[in-house]
């Protein structure tokens, strides 16, 4: 068990429907981070929020924004969802964003646009 | 383009021998480099990692190889036990200005076991 959570386990919606992805970092960290894992690919970055504030955009659409709240925890929302869009949603977390923090992954929403 | 290429989907190796998981690299700025592990229905967990100044790292039953001049990475997992068998993510990362660093993975390695 890393310590960062994710919910839901999975969701199966619709496409042009809109969901939220949330993730709790583990106790103490202050860097959040999305991937995108979709079918036999390696992990996207999306983005990172540190401390409540966004400090790196990766290949994250328009239709998709994110934000970290007062109390670190996250949220990724996607809009406007299209089939392609059906991944493995992973949130890490890290105690800062510096080159020696390791980066705690959760277990990962599984979004399923039919 | 894919900056972090892992060209081998899968692997098996017999309990006990060496397992040699690779990776090249096309991106000249990385400088630190990631392996994570993961199981079926985990995220991925960090496993050992090592900076472009140095040419290997050493952590138990595991090293990581970096030959810069090739743009190539390794993992040497000895001996290899059963509950090695995960997938294995190969990740780079570039400098970064504050308190960012952006993971770059490869797509990959299923390592497989075999007792």
Known sequence: DSGVTQTPKHLITATGQRVTLRCSPRSGDLSVYWYQQSLDQGLQFLIQYYNGEERAKGNILERFSAQ??????????????????????????????????????????????? | DQQVKQNSPSL??????????NCDYTNSMFDYFLWYKKYP??????????????????????????????????LHIVPSQPGDSAVYFCAASTPFSGSARQLTFGSGTQLTVLP
């Open chain 1, 68 to 114: 970290q709240f007062p109390d670190l925890h996250s949220e990724l929302n996607l809009s406007s969802l299209e089939l392609g869009d059906s991944a493995l949603y992973f949130c890490a977390s890290s105690i800062g964003g510096l080159a020696t923090d390791t980066q705690y992954f959760g277990p990962g929403t599984r979004l399923t646009v039919l």
């Open chain 2, 12 to 21: 098996s190796v017999q309990e006990g021998r060496i397992s040699i998981l």
């Open chain 2, 41 to 74: 229905a985990e995220g991925p967990t960090f496993l050992i990692s090592i900076s472009s100044i140095k040419d290997k790292n050493e952590d138990g039953r595991f090293t990581v190889f970096l030959n810069k001049s090739a743009k190539h990475l390794s």
